[in-house]
């Protein structure tokens, strides 16, 4: 049985920002790249494989951390750092996290969120996602689940704002990504050392991550 606190760490109206960024759906979209439903599906599936790999991994390391009541956070979050190539999405990732940090400590008051906050006020999205899961009562691997969720969750009800796209086929795309979410999730257990948590790149959310920082007209921050 999932924990109810992850319900709500995945439920978009969590009032923590994940509103106002696109994951890269927004310049993906100005490029023509994507257009509708099939070209979103590339996208999200690409998202999730790449980027949704190490975000996942890295939520997961921060809530065993929090579990075993060693979490050296810091590195970890220099893990994160070393991990995202883009500054504009090192930017994004930080801001997201910090805003998940001020609600997950408001929400779910817990000694880890403290010292989270102490430690690293301005933690990348998925080491705050982590150290949140534990103090709602999640685990790792669910922590990972919420991770994986979120790096296609956001992009594809951005895609719906910009492209006017069905809803319910959008939804229904998320729901055909379930297995993939479970896989991601199922591999992103801990290592013995976190220097060894995956690194996957993908060149071209960075590049559009670039774009979409100088942009002229946009519509989210990210």
Partial sequence: MLSPGLLLLADSRLPAGGHAHSGGAERAIASGAVHDVPSLERFLRGRLHTAGVPAAALAAAACAGAVAESPGWELLDEEADARTASPAQRAASRTQGRLLLRVARRVWPAEALEELARRTPSPHHPVALGVAAYAAGATAGEAALAAAYHAVSG????????????????????????PDLAAVAGRAHPPGSWAELPACSAPALDLLAEQHATAEVRLFVS
């Fill in 155 to 178: 992009p594809a009800t951005a895609a719906v704002r910009l492209l006017g796209l069905d809803p319910v086929a959008v939804h229904a795309l998320l729901a055909a990504l379930g």
